[in-house]
């Protein structure tokens, strides 16, 4: 395992891609270099803040010397996350985490609840070929993505429903790997639509709320089966779906 390290990255790009969603592009080769699909960064949101501590935020895709990075602005850091201009040079840890597992040659399902699919351009970026599929309360809430079919529950884009109406057995056959991210109970109902023949593909994006990012605080920790719990800072984010125990997971409300 390499030395987790920090850099100071310069902002390039700060722009706000949807209602209250921010798109910011940081000039960083180090971690553009080192970074794989999957994987996060922690940005400290002000070193005069205290105390709000750094953001955990996945990385979206990669730009010519350095990474983007897409979020919503829902409490302090993540607001002065959004006040970041151009110039300006923010500290930033990464990257960090265990990515998505990619086969070489292999097709990708994804399947992304809102903001979930932040990240899903990088790993389309770097697989032969995807398909994704989005679900979302409004069309405001929909990063758009090539080959996309999207669902909303107000029908405001796409069709009106939720996202587990596209998942369907012929987009299952033809797909090697399946990669899931958005809220626990959105995840949880795409996992119990995907029969049991099909669920050892299936990767997960877990989201939980996170101090460190590199295994010392232990408070991201999401229970998996046989008991136990994993870190998904540094154990994941991305986890096999047949590791996570979904029952305990959704009712601890992490």
């Not at 919503?72 to 265990?98: C, F, N, S, Y």
């Amino acid at each position: 395992m390499s030395a987790i390290r920090d850099f100071d990255c310069a902002v390039k790009h700060s722009e706000q891609m949807l209602p209250g969603v921010v798109r910011i592009v940081f000039d960083c080769a180090e971690i553009a270099s080192a970074a794989f699909p999957g994987q996060f960064v922690q940005i400290e949101p002000s070193p005069d803040a205290f105390p709000v501590t750094r953001r955990p935020i996945t990385i979206n895709r990669l730009t010519k010397n350095g990474f983007e990075l897409l979020f919503d602005v829902v409490g302090r850091g993540t607001e002065l996350m959004a006040e970041m201009k151009p110039g300006d040079m923010v500290r930033v840890l990464g990257p960090l985490g265990i990515g998505w597992a990619i086969d070489p040659g292999s097709s990708w399902l994804l399947i992304g609840g809102g903001l979930g699919a932040a990240g899903f351009q990088f790993l389309m970026d770097s697989v032969v070929s995807a398909t994704v599929l989005i679900g979302a309360s409004s069309s405001d809430r929909v990063i758009p993505l090539e080959a996309c079919h999207v669902v909303t529950e107000d029908g405001s884009l796409g069709g009106k429903g939720l996202v587990t109406a596209l998942i369907s057995e012929k987009l299952l056959d033809e797909t090697d790997s399946i990669a899931v991210c958005g809220p626990v109970a959105m995840m949880e109902a795409v996992w119990n639509t995907i029969p049991e023949k099909h669920r050892d593909k299936v990767q997960v994006s877990t989201e939980s709320r996170m101090g460190c990012g590199w295994g010392v605080c232990d408070g991201c920790s999401i229970p998996v089966s046989g008991g136990g719990y994993k870190k998904c800072c540094q154990e994941g984010p991305v986890f096999p779906g047949v590791e996570i125990d979904w029952k305990r997971w959704k009712e601890a409300g992490l």
